[in-house]
């Protein structure tokens, strides 16, 4: 693992801990909406990932805090999104958006699998 990966990642478990229990709330229409304008080209439709152009974002994404945080500051590919370029309230609705993406069934659940 990269030292940018475990920067990032003791970054996120750090935003997790001091998080507030509760999401703030965000509209995940509004999220849809931004999230499918851009983050959907490396993130996939479903935040399902593309690879190491951007990874997996849902179901079960980092807390806001987190993807705040990440929005903000430089690390890998992933562009730097300034307050005037993508706002708080803009954010927080992309990672309502996100935690409203369902999980999928289990393969053993999908009888063509079986």
Same mark, same amino acid.
């Given at each position: 693992m990269s030292a940018r990966a475990v920067s990032f990642l003791l970054f996120s478990l750090a935003a997790? +801990? !001091? @998080?507030p229990a509760a999401e703030?709330?965000?509209n995940p229409v509004e999220g849809g909406r +931004? $999230? +499918?304008d851009g983050c959907y080209e490396c993130h996939? !439709? &479903?935040g399902a990932g593309g690879g190491a152009a951007g990874p997996r974002l849902a179901p079960n994404p980092l807390p806001q805090a987190a993807i705040q945080a990440k929005v903000r500051t430089s690390s890998g590919r992933m562009p730097v999104y300034a307050p005037s370029?993508? &706002?708080d309230s803009q954010i927080a609705a992309i990672a @309502? $958006? +996100?935690?409203a993406i369902p999980r999928g069934k289990p393969a053993k659940d999908i009888p063509l699998l079986n």
């Open positions: 997790s +801990l !001091t @998080a703030p709330d965000g +931004l $999230y +499918l996939g !439709t &479903t370029v993508l &706002t @309502a $958006y +996100l935690r």
